[in-house]
């Protein structure tokens, strides 16, 4: 048996996972987010354990067999997030997230202090990365910036409690702009920008190693035995893709959560940072990835439902799903809710719904958005492509994925096949409780299988024809209004 512990913006997910693969079962604890200021974004570290202990205990009572039988736990987490602790492993200050988006000043110091970063990281100095974030702490906070003695992610402080280890996996690295993602390994010059060095950081595994086993304290609260391995991990997309299978090259999928993320493995290190294209390793040995990212995906559907008072998404979604057209001169909407990574790289993007009128009502706004999360994605697609991709066929997980109708505006606005799983919502917690198998000596290729297909979607001409020059106003639409947002 084997668990995994995913850690999420919104929820702590564990899952028990059998020796066939099979799901034995899950338990959940919700997590706020502090945003004590404009463009912040925070949550405190202790509260990731309480919840990950509350939810052990459910699990534990609702599973009693599965749970003793537990050989090893794996990790996932999302990305990118400061976690400093001080010399005693205690929390500093509140973690500081993935969309916090205080620190665009001190990525362009980045760049002015290493000026080949690039060239270094393949990724582009963003304000979601963690690098960025200590150099805003040493500006901003400096009495407590002279206090960190150790930096780690967000998944990494549950390991550190469970284990008492501190390690870090390379997908999970790899968003540090601290890591050379090709010799998989720190880099001292771009840790030395940031008033940084390596005995600052936790060592590196690779995401299917055993990074250590449970202190006994917590073997004992825990009722499993001290033996239990805790497996490297890795990010949240990655072990997503070790969820659904995506472990060679060529292999990749669509995610539609709160953000959205388009992955691809690559056999070799592929960068493209020119289009804000991230090049990551994957969370597996002589592996990596490119990935593209959209800061708000499903939670923009989110929004319009709540901004225009429907029952719920299902009832918003109903007259689409059952065939109601929407015009070509509907509105462009800009999914930049929270500013955009992939292509732009801009903290300060906003929103917009573009070219209402009168004749407009809540089904066309509703398509535009859905298709304004898509039009982002076949720009991350081009980027990609741009770096040298081949792709013919993509999954798709996520919360979006429920969504028959999304799904086949995805094939449509891509022109691949979009291909949806049974079972693919279980997402990083399953790629989790898989490493924690492979943790233990089993082998990629037993475990990391593909769950079954539930649905393919093939392009439809007639509809890629409907999209293609509304995904051209789409693509001029930004550039135009862009400067607008530090004006108004």
Known sequence: MFLGIDLGTSEVKLLLMAEDGSIVGSAGE?????????????????????ATEKAAARLRAEHAAAWGAIRGIGLSGQMHGAVTLDGD???IRPAILWNDGRCAAECDELLKLVPDLHAR??????????????????HHEPALFARVAKVILPKDYLRLKLTGELANDMSDAAGTLWLDPAKRDWDDTLLAATGLSR?????????????????????????????VVVAGGAGDNAASAVGIGAVEPGQGFISLGTSGVMFLVTDAFRPNPGRAVHAFCHT?????????????????????????????ETALLAPLEAGEKVSAQSPIFLP?????????????????????????GQTEVAHSVLEGVAFGMAQGLAALRDAGATVSRLGLVGGGARSAYWAQMHADVLGVEIETFTGG????????ARLGALATGAKVADVCKAPPTARIFAPDASKSAFYAPRLQRFDALYPRVKDLALTL
Not at 35 to 46: F, H, I, K, N
Not at 293 to 312: F, I, P, Y
Not at 337 to 360: I, K, Y
């Open 199 to 227: 005995a600052h950081m936790p060592r590196l595994v690779e995401g299917s190693d055993v990074s250590g086993t449970l202190l006994p304290a917590v073997a004992a609260a825990w009722g499993l035995p001290t033996s």
């Open 425 to 432: 919502a279980q997402g990083g917690a399953l790629g989790a």
């Open 284 to 312: 597996l040995p002589q592996r990596w990835h490119q990935m593209t990212v959209m800061l708000t995906a499903a939670s923009a559907l989110a929004w319009v439902t709540k901004l225009l008072k429907a029952e719920n």
């Open 30 to 50: 919700a997590l706020s987010v502090s945003r004590p200021q404009p463009l912040w974004s925070e949550q405190l570290p202790t509260d990731w354990w309480a």
């Open 121 to 138: 990281t393949g990724n582009l100095a963003m304000p979601g990365f963690t690098a960025p974030k200590l150099l805003w702490m040493k």
């Open 89 to 91: 492993l205690q929390p």
């Open 336 to 360: 930049y809710l929270s500013g955009e990574r992939t292509p732009h790289n801009d903290v300060h993007a906003r929103g917009m719904l573009f070219g209402l009128d009168a004749s407009h």
